[in-house]
């Protein structure tokens, strides 16, 4: 049995960062300062040149402008999820290996910082989840990065929306910071409801990397 591979993202070495974690294979991160850079920037003249390529290979004018519209939604979510906080976004893209029917299952996964009252860590995740209304499945834990809630619910939009009427399953993980004043919430959304336990496994194995001090450094 060969042993996998692991490869190291160059943030770890990152003295900015505020945690470290690991995404299991099937993700792709999303580099959300280039796709929400300001017009006339460095970043946007290396976006344009990024989709350059694919705008030419538009068959029509028709796909074309399709192409542009998804892509200024796509911007305008992302935006939103940044002004709730988010600073990792990730796509997952993995095979339904249980029913065959089904190609590939997507998902979306998404880490915010939310402020909360200082308060010792195992208190502040206690409170959520005791707090967490209309949420499912809702446990307290303590993971190598120290205590978390777990919950997940599931969405379903009203017609008005105008967002596709497919049920979301949303499971969340709320993990306290050690300086006891915030809190990092990772979120795994996906329209494939009927594999949450699967799902629930992989949020679960995500959330058993994290360390909030760096682990290159710590080992040495």
């Not at 699967?198 to 682990?215: D, K, M």
Request: charged residues 20%; negative net charge.
């Amino acid at each position: 049995m060969n042993t996998p591979r692991i490869m190291m993202h160059d943030s770890v070495n990152d003295e900015q960062a505020e945690l470290w974690f690991a995404e299991p294979s099937g993700f792709m991160s999303l580099p959300l300062e280039s796709l929400l850079t300001a017009p006339g920037s460095a970043d946007a003249e290396v976006m344009r040149e990024t989709v350059a390529p694919l705008l030419d290979a538009a068959p029509n004018e028709v796909v074309r402008q399709r192409f542009v519209a998804q892509l200024a939604l796509g911007q305008q979510m992302l935006g939103a999820l940044c002004g709730f906080g988010t600073v990792h976004c990730s796509v997952g893209l993995h095979r339904d290996d249980i029913d065959p029917t089904n190609a590939h299952l997507l998902s979306l996964f998404t880490i915010s910082w939310r402020d909360t009252k200082v308060a010792p860590r195992g208190v502040t995740a206690a409170r959520v989840a005791t707090s967490a209304n209309g949420h499912t499945h809702v446990a307290f834990e303590e993971f190598p990065c120290g205590p978390a809630a777990l919950s997940e619910a599931t969405l379903r939009y009203v017609a008005e929306s105008g967002i596709p009427q497919l049920p979301l399953l949303q499971i969340h993980a709320h993990l306290p910071h050690p300086d006891c004043k915030r809190l990092a919430v990772f979120t795994l959304s996906t329209t494939a409801v009927a594999r949450r336990e699967e799902y629930r496994a992989v949020l679960r194995q995500i959330v058993e990397t994290v360390r909030f001090e760096n682990p290159l450094r710590a080992e040495a």
